[in-house]
Every structure is written in C-alpha cells, then in structure tokens.
C-alpha cells in the first residue's frame, strides 16, 4: 500500500507529486488546503518516498496503486491534483477510473508524449557510491558536478535520509528509473476521454504546456480549462505557491 499523510476532514483531496519528488513537497500546500475544507492525501508514489520499491515501473502500475489505495481508504469520490509525473497518473487514472474523480488538476504536463531529457540529473545520482558513506555534502558536490542548478539540487537531496548511522541512502529506487527510463514520458493512450471539470496550470516560463498543445489536451478533457502562472517554471507550486493555492481552489468550490 502507498505510504501517505491523511489531514483534516471534508471531500478528499488527493494529491501526488512529481518525479524523483515525494508527498514532503506538498506539505505547506497540504495544510492550506486543509484550512479550505478538504481531507488532503498527499502520496507517496511507487519507488518514491517512503512508499515501496518496486522494479515494475509504469503509469499502468501507479494508477493500480493509487486504485488500490483508494478503495483501501473507502474513497468513493474524490478531487486529484497530480504535479508533473504524478500529473500523468492523474489523467490516466481519471481517464480510467473516472467514476471515482469529480474534479482533477493537473500541473505543468500534458497528455502528450515527453522527450527523455531527465539523463544528467540520473547521471549524478548514479555517480553517488553509498558503499564509500559519503556524507551530505560529499552527495551534493558529487551530484553538482552533473547537476548546475542549486534549486534543481536542493529538490534531489531532500530524497536522503540516514537509512541506519552514519549510513545515507537515497529514498527512490534508482535500478527502477534506470530500468524503465522511457516511461515517463509516454503519451495518454488515444482513445481515453474525461468529461468532468479539469484544469490545466502551466509556469509562464515552462515549456512543458505549450499553446500548440491545447487541441491534444481538449481531446482528452473536453471540459477543460487552462491558468497560467506569470514568472514561474515547472516547479510552478512552489514558486508561486499563493497563485497557486488561489486557483486552485477557487476552481474546487466553483
């Protein structure tokens, strides 16, 4: 079963991260939403976080789990936002499942296909050698030595943790992304349609949603609409996290 954090009463709220993130990332997010009425689950995706290792990787396998720990939970109608590669379970598991969804957000992705450009970041985890128990900031110089973006570097080690003392190790399961690497940008498959209220959101300074994009996605979410916000990349929930909560919500009361 998929580790989560449970908050608060209300309509459920699910919520799942992106690649190489965990359910930490939305946690700031998680207790504003909260405030609003809602009982927020931030997951922890396969191979992510505190959930479990597995060398199955694909959107197939995470939409299961997610069924899985909906049905386990008695969810029976809920709200999903999904953020970059959790944004891709989220539209297939709407797509799929969408007796369970009334409203989905997806952030910064769309149901198109996704060039693989995630090798350098793979490059410097990879270059990491636990057996000589570096410490953290023997992680962080091997890894920016691959990795040129503080922010960037910041997001990868919030993955470490000290598996026993004086032991660190990474909480993904890298073999799994190795292995399975052109997963995640694998397109929705055609023929899949969700008609209930979907909003897209895109960073202004992201090219993950571009306009040339929008007929792919109206084909797929008929009734969609699209929010930008201005001076913001693809990290654009921690970036603007005010605008972010903003739209958010207001279009879950609407």
Known sequence: MLYSKIEGEGKPFVIMHGFLGMSDNWKTLAGQYVEAGFQVHILDLRNHGRSFHSDEWSYEAMVQDVFEYCQANNLTRIDLLGHSMGG??????ATTHSEIVDKLIVADIGPRFYKQHHQEILEGLNAVDFSMKPSRN???EIVSQYVSDFGTRQFLLKNLYWKEPGQ???RFYLNAFNNNLDAIGKPLPENLVFNNPTLFIRGGNSGYIQDSDLDGIRKHFPNFKLETIPNAGHWLHAENPKMFFEL????LKE
């Open 138 to 140: 023997d992680v962080e």
């Open 248 to 251: 958010t919500t207001e279009f």
């Open 168 to 170: 660190l190790a990474f």
């Open 88 to 93: 891709k379970v989220a539209m297939l598991f």
